[in-house]
């Protein structure tokens, strides 16, 4: 059964300052990977996307890396601003035909003016 | 192209009661998935249908959940004789084909009082 845990929980930071944010997961079979953001009371908002094949994505100031034989991702935020704050998802499809992500519980991020 | 829809936003219900959720897909998306996100856990996967069929509902609980996606309309998350432990967020999400990017809708908060 496949498991993703996001460390650390929660995470305060000053503005400016660049950051990562680690995730893992436990069947390294996956399919591919997102990452999002949820704000409070919201949806969650997509990304990236990493294909297996992938090692890294990029979107303006967010980078996110996958190394699928160890079963990690990834995702740095460059020069922090304080709309960066929101709780950061992870979330895998497993390989061999699944549609479902399986998500960790996130990362909730404070970027502090 | 607007996003994924979903209605009511909040919705309050009295133990027994039913409780119907909608979930409008984006423009083009033929595939639906629900998710639940229980207070202070992560999100989890209940069911993946494309228009008249369920693909997967292994997330799904046995009694009293059921989901649709007819033909014609939005898709329907309905949970009769609601009980407390059902409060919760309810997501929905869309892809254009299945085990792509999943976008999100704002989610609909169900209380049951």
């Known amino acids: 059964k496949q498991e993703v845990t996001q460390i650390p929980a929660a995470l305060s930071v000053p503005e400016g300052e660049n950051l990562v944010l680690n995730c893992s997961f436990t069947d390294s079979a996956i399919y591919n990977l997102q990452w999002f953001r949820q704000d409070p009371g919201k949806g969650l908002t997509s990304l990236l996307l990493i294909q297996s094949s992938q090692r890294e994505q990029t979107s303006g100031r967010l980078n996110a890396s996958l190394d699928k034989s160890s079963g990690r991702s990834t995702l740095y935020i460059a020069a922090s601003q304080p709309g960066d704050s929101a709780t950061y998802l992870c979330a895998v499809i497993a390989g061999a035909g699944s549609y479902q992500l399986t998500f960790g519980k996130g990362t909730k991020l404070s970027v502090i003016p | 192209n607007a996003g994924v829809m979903q209605n009511p936003r909040h919705l309050v219900r009295r133990r027994g009661q039913e409780a119907r959720l909608r979930c409008s897909p984006m423009k083009g998306h033929s595939h639906v998935y629900w998710y639940r996100q229980l207070p202070e856990e992560g999100l989890k996967f209940m069911v993946y249908l494309q228009k008249e069929n369920i693909i997967d509902e292994s997330g799904m609980p046995k009694e009293r959940f059921s989901a649709e996606f007819p033909k014609e309309g939005p898709s329907i998350l309905r949970i009769q004789q609601v009980v407390r432990g059902d409060s919760a967020a309810y997501f929905c999400?869309?892809?254009?084909?299945?085990?792509?990017?999943?976008?999100f809708g704002p989610g609909t908060r169900l209380l049951v009082l």
């Open positions: 999400a869309s892809s254009q084909q299945g085990r792509e990017t999943q976008y």
